[in-house]
């Protein structure tokens, strides 16, 4: 009989984020879609998120290249989280550049997100704002592109990515460390 292809484990946001130390503890995480818990996964976010700038293309190329040997750094070590943490700081770099290069506040969508669909991805009903382009957002998006394209084809880091998946993505993480509320 065939074995069953595997499901990708989504990222599991009912951790305990807040007592983890994932470079002590990598089992715990999962890479989950785009920048799922790049705000969360902690000692990775205290280290890079100083580093993160992207409102004009100078701080975005100096914010690139520094979360970029952030990224090389952690390659050295062997350390997949902190490689893909980084690379998700280069793809939110690139993501937040476009959304205000196409929409100067920031925001995509008019008026407050509904309580029952907060932390949820899409419009959820609501009318998207006009774009106003910012020419110098875009630059900033395209210098932060290039990192994070140049990252997700690493020879080292895709080759670190299938270990950590054939290592950890299989094993649910411990209970012992979820949130105590559930």
């Known amino acids: 009989m065939p074995a069953k292809p595997t499901r990708k484990k989504a990222f599991d946001y009912d951790l305990d ?3 983890i130390d994932f470079r002590e503890r990598p089992e715990l995480y999962r890479i989950g879609k785009g920048e799922q818990g790049v705000l969360l996964v902690e000692p990775y976010k205290s280290e890079i998120l100083p580093h993160w700038r992207f409102k ?6 100096e914010s690139s290249e520094k979360i970029y040997k952030l990224f090389e750094g952690y390659l050295q070590q062997n350390d997949f989280v902190g490689a893909d943490m980084a690379r998700k700081f280069l793809q939110m770099g690139y993501t937040r550049s476009r959304r205000y290069a196409n929409h100067k506040s920031g925001r995509k969508y008019k008026g407050p997100v509904p309580d029952d669909k907060k932390g949820q991805s899409g419009a959820h009903g609501r009318q998207q704002l006009p774009t106003e382009p910012d020419p110098v957002k875009a ?4 210098i932060f592109r290039e990192k994070w ?4 084809q690493h020879p080292l880091y895709r080759q670190l990515s299938q270990h950590f998946k054939a290592t950890y993505e299989e094993a649910p993480p411990e209970k012992s460390v979820r949130k105590l509320n559930q």
């Open 17 to 19: 984020f807040s007592s």
């Open 56 to 61: 004009t293309p100078e701080l975005a190329r």
């Open 139 to 142: 630059a900033s998006a395209v």
């Open 149 to 152: 394209d140049q990252a997700k």
